[in-house]
């Protein structure tokens, strides 16, 4: 030992020294994430407020289940558009998530090779794609050609923005399952196909399912792509081959009427588009959730909504 | 690095039979050989242990009996490896098949996450095909039991896989790894994550599964080698340095640098 | 670096080199006190006591190495063997003390030697040397010699003893039949000694316990 006593004192001495500017440097980075955390929670915080105190007084069973009543008068409801968005999100997703999770599996589990690198960045490079741009592309493929605005366009339109989405989220839960367990499968003497689709996406329930909800309460909210594809009505669904409502064309158009109560009745349409989405969110989770019934529901909910790892 | 391989001719290793055989082994990655020529035959109802510094290529060589480097890119095999007469690496023979006969246990604890014990020890049978549930039940009673596991949970088979401890998780996954009903039973490092009792019991666990089954362990711990095997092969950089009878591997080794290594004198 | 178990290897070497020195010391003092008269009882007891206290200590350091560190291979063989070396050392201690006994028990019997008699000792203070030295170098080659030794004190053993019950002098039969008996077990132990030095470098087990065994054996 070359180092003394002495010399290992004053080594102890040093770290003495900066105790107290430590701790005030770690205070103050502590106070300024807080800090941002309430900034970036306030208007989140508000909108929600707002949203909820305007919107309250529209709801009622007159408003939510009739159509929409002389512009103006302040009667009538937003029945078929609250159809519209229900109809229009299952379609979308039933086109895109099943795309979406065959591509992420793909990327994940076959994909070390040059094709899959392309077509993981050329995912990446459509999921930044402004979504009017993709109702432009809808609308010059089908609306065109067919000769009319229609439900099919719409679902193909907001698919098209669902499922890069749901293809990069399914790839990124997947890749976090351990390897071992697919080596256990295939030293059990599984094919492929089986531990992809048995075990490894089994264990990577959590992160899909969330990936998938993400780009649903995205579609939800989509309005570019619905003006240029579905274009909107005042009736109830009818038929694929025409025009439909949606939630977020029918608070567009009443947003820009002047009339009170047409304003009355943009806040309840957005407060009713909320708590759609929020209850095919927690939804989806209470359904999945319900395996196990050790610990709390809600902190069941919200635990899944993280990405776990088993 | 030339060296003699030390081992016992043939003649004086008693007339049992082999149950499987490595004929010049060598394993490549990307063109770098991890694994040298290396020839190993391992007896019936025996258990042979690997030893050797990390990278020596002993795991490398472990996964290569069950084909497992198919999985791995850029990963060359060459040679054969023969289980009663049939070489696994023989073009006409499906691999799958095949590693039915050899099962694995893995260095980590992996049972399947998402399922229950019961569904853990039947996965091999259940995605194979296996759908009679009285077998089913039969198999994951006695793959337990063999697994020295099934005491401990028989009363609970729906618990979820996870919530067992890091000792009987590999219990578990052993059970698993019989319940496909393999000859020959491949053991990475088997008790190297767990606590010393729960090593104690996986080495119970290899000393009775020996009475039935052909089990070769990599190991890094050379008492366990002691303890627990009848033959051991000691590996360097790739090449097999010395095969014997343990006993006689750890009280006399031949090579000098064996008797260096289990000595502790390096690695 | 050195291994945990090195400085207790470094130890055991020394208790037993320091056992291998008063074994030597204590069995020239019996035999020479038998040939020449001397009384060294005293000190060769002395010797005795500590060779057989040192053979304590080896145990107590071979079982504690062996709960420390399992070792194997050629700690493992040195290790063995030296519980089997110090067992031998402490004997020819004590058959060093029975030598002197005999001495102080007749008296001096200085004119019962002859020339069997010196023959013999001759040869077991040479086998001594041999067999000590053999351990501290691990020479394998002097263990054919101490056979050899052996061989001979067997054989003046086996000769003498039918005609000392034919002798007229009794105190001198007695005494020498007394020392060929000690003589003839000091050899036995000294070749059991080199099958345990056999055993440390070569790895083979006990090759002379056969022989032994059977030569013992009344026909």
Known sequence: MTTTIERRQEYRNLFKNNVEKRLMVDKTVRIIVFACVIIAIIPLGSILVEVFKNGIAAISYEFLTETPGAIGSGEGGIGPAIQGTLIIIGLSSLIGVPIGVMSGIYLSEYGDNKLARSIRFFNDVFMEFPSIVLGIFAFLVIVLILGHFSVWAGAFALSLIMFPIVARTTEESLKMVPMTYREAGTALGLKKWVITFRIVISAAKNGMITGILLSVSRIGGETAPLIMTILGSSQFFSSMDVPMDALPLRIWRLSLLPYDSAQLQGWGSALVLIMIILAINLGVRYFFANRSKKRGLLAQLIKKGMHTKN | METQISSDPPSTIDSEKYKMIAENVTISYDGIEAVKDITMKFKEKSVTALIGPSGCGKTTFLRCLNRMHDMTKNAKVDGKVMIDDIDLYDKSVDPIYHRRKVGMVFQKPNPFPTMSIYDNVTAGLKLNGVRDKKILNEIVEDSLKMAYLWDEVKNDLKKSAIELSGGQQQRLCIARALAIQPEVLLMDEPASALDPI???????????????????????????AVRVSDYTGFMYLGDLIEFRETKKLFTD??????AKY?????? | MARLIDPSLQKLSFIMAEMGDMVTESISLAIDSYLDGTNTMDKVLALSDSIRSKYYEVEDLTFD????YQPVADDFRFIRSSTEISYAFSRFGRYAYDITQVRDLFGDVSECTNASLIESTKKVKHMIKEAVMSFAELDVRKAIKIREDEKVIDRIYKERLPKLIESNNTKCALA???????LERIGDHAVFMSDAINYIVTGKHRPSEARIASHTKQD
Do not use: C, S, W
């Not at chain 2, 080794?253 to 064996?258: A, G």
């Not at chain 2, 289990?262 to 690695?267: E, K, L, N, R």
């Open chain 2, 198 to 224: 729960a090593t104690q019991k996986i080495e119970e666990t290899i000393t009775e599964l020996k009475k039935e089954y052909t089990i070769i362990i990599v190991t890094h711990n050379m008492q366990q």
């Open chain 2, 253 to 258: 080794p031949k090579n000098d640098l064996t």
């Open chain 2, 262 to 267: 289990v000595q502790g004198q390096f690695g």
């Open chain 3, 65 to 68: 190495m062996l709960l420390k």
């Open chain 3, 176 to 182: 020498e039949a007394l020392l060929l008996r000690y």
